[in-house]
């Protein structure tokens, strides 16, 4: 028959389970916590920089030379902020009155993962997105004493910057090389 102690045993070793199930359950949720933040959090765009070598940001970065040098010199990304290339990239059919050739997505992945990492958010929240270099806050900042008295295309810079054709923007012609 049922005696009453062993009721009392029965619940102490239920009890016994049920903390220690309990206490299995909080560890498994905060192991699971913390492998979502890990791996869930997407990078800032500050430590995105802190890794210009990976491998993709490289492969991007010569994408991005061999496809735009096709048609004109490309610009560094530092000349736009990443909304302007997020733009650009979204959608290739219509750049600048053109289409991309050959674009296809892993292209647009490789590239948008070097320009993302190399350019910089806009200046001022709600500001305008810059479609063109010379309405770029960035773009003013890295000349702060040329006077531009032409419309700037990309030929505006082959006038100044000599190392053009090795992606070197920092080797400047003999007039601004020795600049204050």
């Not at 359950?25 to 916590?33: A, D, E, I, N, P």
């Not at 913390?34 to 997407?42: I, Q």
């Not at 993962?113 to 500001?127: A, C, H």
């Amino acid at each position: 028959m049922f005696k009453i102690s062993q009721l009392f045993r029965f619940k102490r070793s239920n009890l016994l389970y049920l903390v220690i199930s309990l206490i299995i359950l909080l560890w498994c949720m905060s192991v699971g916590w913390a492998f979502n933040r890990a791996l869930g959090a997407s990078p800032s765009h500050t430590l995105a920089q802190l890794s210009p070598n990976r491998p993709t940001v490289q492969a991007g970065k010569e994408l991005y030379e061999k496809t735009c040098a096709g048609c004109h010199i490309p610009i560094p990304a530092e000349v736009l902020p990443t909304e302007t290339w997020q733009q650009l990239l979204e959608n290739p059919q219509k750049h600048y009155g053109t289409s991309v050739p050959n674009m296809i997505r892993l292209t647009q992945v490789l590239i948008w993962d070097y320009l993302k990492t190399n350019s910089r958010p806009i200046l001022l929240k709600g500001s305008p997105i810059p479609y063109y270099v010379e309405q770029s806050q960035y773009f003013t900042i890295l000349h702060p004493r040329v006077e531009f008295k032409e419309p700037i295309t990309t030929q505006s810079c082959v006038l100044c910057h000599t190392g053009i054709k090795d992606f070197n923007y920092r080797r400047l012609t003999a007039e601004w090389e020795d600049a204050p």
